[in-house]
């Protein structure tokens, strides 16, 4: 599929972070390593929700009590647990995100980040260091086999969805992209590395994407609802 490079900037530290530019980014990226906040699926959740519901009928994962607030720098293994967690709720794409592999706070500390729209989902690793959150929702954990009654749609701009608990795997359809805005991504997990997409794209007028039941989670931002076809 051909991309198209958007630009944004990661809210409160001014990250630069770059669009995918390959559908099968995955295949070529590293590991989750340094610099990955520069990926696609970051330069999509910029805008704003407009409030919007997170999904078509859908319910949410599990709810769970929150694990730690959306404001603050939590250290692996001390302040935070490895785990999985996901922050929902956030309306104005200010919400911003970051696993680093030490406290310096210099760029290549970065192992991955994000501004999010909507909802997100991200894995702490036992080997990262610091997590930090700006302007978030707080944060819960998620059973790692959390159920839901998953929903055949999405709101367009509503973030990520976890396959088979928010949403139903199968084929959907976004009408209305105007401008090339629209990003949606498939992945296979939620580390937020290069090699953790399987597909994303840039969509202008009518998208149409199958989401596999072996994929982890859709990410769309910026798109018209989805509708599985």
């Known amino acids: ?49 407009g409030g919007k519901k997170d999904s078509g009928g859908a319910t949410a994962a599990e709810e769970t009590k929150a694990a730690f607030g959306g404001d603050g720098e939590y250290q692996v293994g001390t302040d935070v647990k490895p785990g999985t967690y996901r922050t929902t709720g956030n309306t104005d794409g200010l ?38 959150s700006h302007d978030c929702e707080d944060w819960e954990a998620v059973a790692p086999k959390a159920k839901g009654t998953p929903g055949s749609s999405m709101d367009g701009d509503g973030g990520m969805y976890k396959v088979g ?34 597909a994303n794209n840039n969509a202008k007028g009518t998208a149409v994407v199958t989401i596999s039941p072996s994929d982890a989670y859709f990410k769309t931002n910026d798109c018209g609802d989805w509708k599985k076809a």
């Open 1 to 49: 599929m051909g991309m198209k490079a958007k630009l944004a900037l990661g809210a409160v530290v001014g990250v630069l972070v770059i669009g995918a530019v390959s559908a099968n980014a995955g295949n070529d990226g590293k590991d989750g390593g340094s610099g990955t906040g520069h990926k696609g699926s970051s330069a999509s959740a910029e805008h704003t929700s």
């Open 95 to 132: 919400c911003y995100w970051e696993r680093a592999k030490d406290a310096s706070g210099e760029l290549d500390s970065m192992l991955a980040n994000d501004n999010v729209s909507g909802t997100s989902y991200v894995t702490i690793k036992p080997t990262d260091k610091l997590f930090k």
């Open 165 to 198: 608990t928010d949403i139903a795997p199968g084929t959907y359809k976004s009408t209305g992209n105007t401008d090339d805005g629209c990003y949606w991504e498939r992945v296979k997990d939620a580390d937020h590395g290069f090699d953790s997409i399987v």
